[in-house]
């Protein structure tokens, strides 16, 4: 049973960082693909950023390129999502999410799997 565990969430000040962590069990198969997601109160759920298990590939949208940078310890079996120059427009509860294909991509729907989410606020 996949089960996806976020952590790393809370208040930080504009400019500032976090670093989210998806700690990940029960996988049946090494070739998951790992993302980032939120969702802000009365928007849609959006792509953050992914990496591939087929191939490494990383994706990041636009809105977070050069802020942040996903990352993977393989020995904990955890996926990082290092935040800096955090923005107001930032805050969102994220959430982690494993795609059984394993080739991920920032669309919310061919995700297989979902953590619970942990809440950022960025906000002075």
């Known amino acids: 049973q996949v089960q996806l565990v976020e952590s790393g969430g809370g208040l930080v000040q504009p400019g500032g960082s976090l670093r989210l962590s998806c700690a990940a069990s029960g996988f049946t198969s090494a070739y998951y693909a790992i993302g980032w997601f939120r969702q802000a109160p009365g928007k849609e759920r959006e792509g953050v950023s992914c990496e591939s298990y087929s191939d490494g590939t990383i994706y990041y949208a636009d809105s977070v390129k050069g802020r942040f940078t996903i990352s993977r310890d393989n020995a904990k079996n955890t996926v990082y999502l290092q935040m800096n120059s955090l923005k107001p427009e930032d805050t969102a509860v994220y959430y982690c999410?494993?795609?059984?294909?394993?080739?991920?991509?920032?669309?919310?729907?061919?995700?297989?799997?979902w953590g619970q989410g942990t809440q950022v606020t960025v906000s002075s």
């Open positions: 999410a494993a795609d059984s294909t394993g080739w991920g991509s920032l669309r919310a729907d061919e995700y297989d799997h």
